[in-house]
């Protein structure tokens, strides 16, 4: 069983910066993929991006060039920094873990909201 815990949502003017962390415990961090999901009321969740196992990141065309997923192993969590946001971004964020190595997500935090005024 693993447990996700988010942090760092907010308030912030269009153009800011924030950054999220999302803390893992339980099983072998650094053997997972970590993705980040969104959803904004009644929309449905979508993907924001992802960071594999051995580092690479992937993104959705919304967030690229904004947004960047890292990851630190000693410390068992993965970061969200979003850049030059956007009242569109405002949505729960949600982090998750996949265990495999492509398919569905297996375990997902609680959430943090990220609001954005414009």
């Known amino acids: 069983q693993v447990q996700l815990v988010e942090s760092g949502g907010g308030l912030v003017q269009a153009g800011g910066s924030l950054r999220l962390s999302c803390a893992a415990s339980?099983?072998?961090?650094?053997?997972?993929?970590m993705g980040w999901f969104r959803q904004a009321p009644g929309k449905e969740r979508e993907f924001v991006g992802a960071?594999?196992?051995?580092?690479?990141?992937y993104y959705a065309d919304s967030v690229k060039g904004r947004f960047t997923i890292s990851r630190d192993n000693a410390k068992n969590t993965v970061y969200l920094q979003m850049n030059n946001l956007k009242p569109e971004d405002t949505a729960k964020y949600y982090c998750?873990?996949?265990?495999?190595?492509?398919?569905?997500?297996?375990?997902w935090g609680q959430g943090t909201q990220v609001t954005i005024s414009s």
């Open positions: 998750a873990v996949r265990q495999g190595t492509f398919g569905q997500y297996d375990y």
């Open positions: 339980g099983g072998t961090f650094s053997n997972y993929d």
């Open positions: 960071i594999k196992r051995g580092g690479t990141t």
